[in-house]
């Protein structure tokens, strides 16, 4: 016997979790249907994705992705992370400050690409301080037990570790879908394919979060719930387009949080600006907690004085960044930040110095 509804919703995620509350409250009839038990309610790492194990040719023998990595029931005394992205670096921090030492090893020539050059040598020098080494450049040949052999410049060596961590990314989890019987269109990842309005190829039907193979963070997940329920319920003005600036932060010691552009991509659109930053030792509340390492860097637009992008490499730098968006969003002009009266002592008023160079 078959039973009807008026929504199904694939996978307790935020987004999932989210809509099927909301339509529920307003009586709608909502089934909602997650694979895991151990899923249930979704989580901000592993819903609607699976690590990617593709740089590591014996993938089996590498034991840990990063869902394992919180599950470990002995500290490593070694850890070998695989991948110098956010993820990598978040567990490489963690695991440090733990006691293991961390050895990092990634294919790209440069640290952090994505970032500014300044922010990335600053990131990197004080995971040196803490022990951790970012070995870059290198070709996995292979991976026995708890060894990666490598080569590097030509040379060839071995990292024996005790764990190793494969940090490589994440693709979406659709296989089992059979979304082509269905006539949902996927890119060559296995992404789904959305307009700005989150909708597939197929009418009346929606994809958000990780399955979008976009921006893999939970509160995009739930941004992209209020976009799909405006669009089934409401005017369709919410869009992927007027989402703001984007923030995002890694959780390292200290966390690394950055909003709208850097100098990389101001550049490339042409636009004229100039580069204000300081060091995170000179504030007051950064010596009195002994969080000094890090810096504080925001780009100002020649001839409008509105903040384009801000970096944070400091401590609460995951707190302070939502303000920096706020002012973006809202097209604040620089002097704002720099007059504001903010609460003492807080890392927050290096603000009024930033602003101020």
Same mark, same amino acid.
């Given at each position: 016997?078959?039973e009807r509804?008026d ?7 935020k987004? @999932?979790k %989210? ?6 409250s307003k009586? &709608?009839?909502? !089934?909602?249907?997650?694979?895991? =038990?151990?899923?249930? @309610?979704? %989580?901000c790492i592993?819903?609607g994705c699976i690590?990617? &194990?593709?740089l !590591?040719?014996e993938?089996?023998? =590498?034991p840990k992705s990063?869902?394992d990595?919180q599950n470990l029931?002995i ?9 110098g992205?956010y993820i990598g ?5 963690m695991?440090?400050?733990?006691g293991s030492k961390?050895?990092?090893l990634?294919i ?9 050059t300044?922010i990335a040598?600053?990131i990197?020098s004080?995971?040196a301080t803490k022990?951790?080494?970012v ?10 037990g708890?060894?990666v052999m ?6 060839t060596?071995?990292?024996a570790g005790d764990?190793?961590l494969?940090a490589?990314?994440?693709k979406p989890?659709t296989?089992?879908?059979d ?15 959305t307009?700005e309005?989150l909708r ?6 929606w994809?958000a ?10 509160y ?8 799909i329920l405006?669009d089934?319920?409401g005017?369709g003005e919410?869009?992927?387009e007027?989402?703001g600036?984007f ?6 010691d200290?966390?690394?949080?950055r909003?709208?552009?850097?100098e990389?991509?101001a550049t490339?659109?042409g636009?004229k ?6 060091d995170?030792n000179?504030?007051?509340?950064a010596?009195?907690?002994r969080?000094t390492e ?5 780009l ?5 004085g509105k903040?384009?992008?801000?970096q944070?490499?400091c401590?609460e730098s995951?707190e302070i960044i939502?303000?920096m968006?706020?002012a ?5 002009d620089?002097?704002?930040?720099r007059?504001?009266?903010?609460t003492?002592p807080t ?10 160079l």
């Amino acid at each position: 016997m078959s039973e009807r509804f008026d929504i199904a919703i694939l996978g307790f995620g935020k987004a @999932g979790k %989210t809509i099927a509350v909301k339509l529920a409250s307003k009586g &709608k009839k909502v !089934v909602l249907v997650e694979k895991d =038990a151990n899923m249930y @309610g979704g %989580t901000c790492i592993n819903v609607g994705c699976i690590p990617s &194990k593709r740089l !590591v040719t014996e993938a089996e023998l =590498a034991p840990k992705s990063d869902v394992d990595a919180q599950n470990l029931d002995i500290l490593p005394e070694r850890l070998t992370i695989i991948g110098g992205g956010y993820i990598g670096l978040e567990f490489a921090s963690m695991y440090a400050n733990f006691g293991s030492k961390v050895t990092i090893l990634q294919i790209e020539d440069a640290f952090l690409p994505r970032e500014d050059t300044d922010i990335a040598d600053n990131i990197e020098s004080v995971l040196a301080t803490k022990g951790v080494p970012v070995i870059k450049g290198v070709t996995f040949q292979e991976v026995k037990g708890n060894t990666v052999m490598y080569t590097q410049g030509g040379a060839t060596h071995e990292l024996a570790g005790d764990a190793i961590l494969v940090a490589t990314g994440r693709k979406p989890n659709t296989k089992s879908l059979d979304c082509d019987k269905a006539g949902v269109a996927l890119t060559d990842r296995g992404a789904v394919i959305t307009d700005e309005h989150l909708r597939t190829s197929v009418p009346n039907i929606w994809a958000a979060g990780d399955v979008c193979g976009k921006l893999q963070f939970t509160y995009i997940s739930l941004d992209d719930s209020r976009i799909i329920l405006d669009d089934m319920n409401g005017a369709g003005e919410r869009t992927t387009e007027n989402r703001g600036a984007f923030a995002y932060s890694v959780f390292m010691d200290p966390p690394f949080a950055r909003v709208g552009l850097n100098e990389k991509e101001a550049t490339k659109q042409g636009l004229k600006y100039r580069v204000v930053k300081m060091d995170t030792n000179a504030i007051p509340k950064a010596k009195v907690s002994r969080k000094t390492e890090g810096m504080l860097k925001a780009l100002i637009e020649e001839g409008t004085g509105k903040v384009l992008g801000v970096q944070l490499f400091c401590v609460e730098s995951h707190e302070i960044i939502n303000m920096m968006k706020l002012a973006i969003d809202q097209g604040v002009d620089y002097t704002v930040l720099r007059d504001f009266i903010y609460t003492h002592p807080t890392i927050a008023e290096g603000l009024n110095d930033l602003f101020a160079l």
